[in-house]
Every structure is written in C-alpha cells, then in structure tokens.
C-alpha cells in the first residue's frame, strides 16, 4: 500500500511541475511573439515616410514627381493610384512615400492665420 502511494504522490508531483512548465513556456511563448510582431511594425513604418516640399516638376506621361524637400530634389515614382494631374509645379505638397514611391499626395494645408489681439 505505501508502494502504491508514493506513486500517487509522485504521479501528482509530476504533473504539478508539468502544468507549471506549461504555463511558463505559453508566457515565453507570447512574450516572443508579442516582439516579434513589434519589430515587423517598426520595419514597415520606417520604410514608410510622410514628407512636406514643393513640387519642382511633374511628369504624368512617365508617373514620377520632383520635389523639393528641406532643399535637396528628390525624384519619385507615382503609384498607380495617385493622380498628378492634381499637383502642379510650385505647389506646397504633403506626401506619403514608400521605399522611391509616392503612395498619396496632397497640397499641404495652408498655415493658420494668427488673430488680431482683442483688448483695449
């Protein structure tokens, strides 16, 4: 009988520590991938890059822009979605780029106009 309830014990033990591995391997687990998964987000928002400049030129016919961005020129090729004919030379413009392609373009908003003072 005593034989028999050590095993028991043991059996019990045993499983105890399994179940402990189990739960301490899922947390590892969800911590890698939790990093995993940050890191890809942080690759892909880095080759992703919103910009403000001046349109320099455009070329419909071969789909690439030349703007001008903290006075260097840097020319892009527009994604098939974009429309160039809706930004012109001379044109302050926000844009969204990926890698040496223009994803969206839009005229930048103009600045906020400062009020008068009010008082006496």
Partial sequence: ?????????????????????????????TVVLVVVLSLCLAVSMAFAA???GTVKSVDAKAGSVVVTVDGKDHT?????????????AGEAVELSV???????????????????????
């Fill in 76 to 88: 892009f090729k527009a994604d098939k979605a974009v429309d160039l004919g809706m930004v012109k």
């Fill in 1 to 29: 009988m005593q034989k028999f309830a050590n095993y028991g014990i043991y059996s019990a033990h045993k499983l105890h520590k399994f179940s402990l591995e189990g739960v301490l391997g899922m947390k590892k687990l």
């Fill in 98 to 120: 990926e890698k040496d392609t223009v994803k969206s373009i839009k005229a930048a908003a103009a600045p906020a106009k400062k009020k008068a003072p009010v008082g006496c």
């Fill in 50 to 52: 919103d910009m403000k």
